[in-house]
């Protein structure tokens, strides 16, 4: 398994912390989204979407990113920034941005159903990586 997950949802993290290299961002959604624009600058590749199922940044406070580490360059600097991961982690903050001045949800047994729904998806991505 050559990749990691990052991710902001405490069940993400129990479910996979055992099995894989997980990235615990304690904070937002944009917080998720600004850590991996940096590993990405840094040399990462997304391998997930960063707005994948279809759920909007407004619509759920959790999200998770499956990344990996770029190959180094013969002169051991770091590897450069994928174009396309940089263009998607940038449309990602953009769409954030779009929302921002949504009302954040703080009913415990939404943010709850929101976990599931990221772990869900994110279950989904991690089988595929693993193929």
């Known amino acids: 398994m050559n990749y990691y997950i990052l991710t902001n949802n405490s069940q993400a993290k129990e479910e996979f912390e055992?099995?894989?290299n997980v990235r615990f961002v304690d904070g937002k959604l944009i917080d998720v989204l600004i850590t991996a624009r940096d590993l990405i600058n840094n040399g990462?590749?997304?391998l997930s979407h960063p707005l994948y199922g279809s759920v909007k940044p407004n619509?759920?406070?959790?999200r998770s990113i499956l990344l990996r580490?770029?190959?180094p360059q013969a002169d051991g600097l770091p590897a450069p920034a994928d174009p396309e991961s940089v263009r998607?982690?940038?449309n990602a903050i953009s769409a954030f941005e779009k929302f921002i001045d949504k009302k954040e949800v703080t009913d415990?047994?939404?943010l709850d159903d929101f976990q599931v729904v990221d772990l869900s998806l994110l279950r989904s991505a991690v089988e595929s990586a693993d193929l």
């Open 18 to 20: 055992q099995t894989h």
């Open 44 to 46: 990462a590749v997304l």
């Open 59 to 62: 619509e759920t406070p959790y």
């Open 69 to 71: 580490e770029g190959k």
């Open 88 to 90: 998607l982690i940038g």
């Open 108 to 110: 415990p047994r939404l």
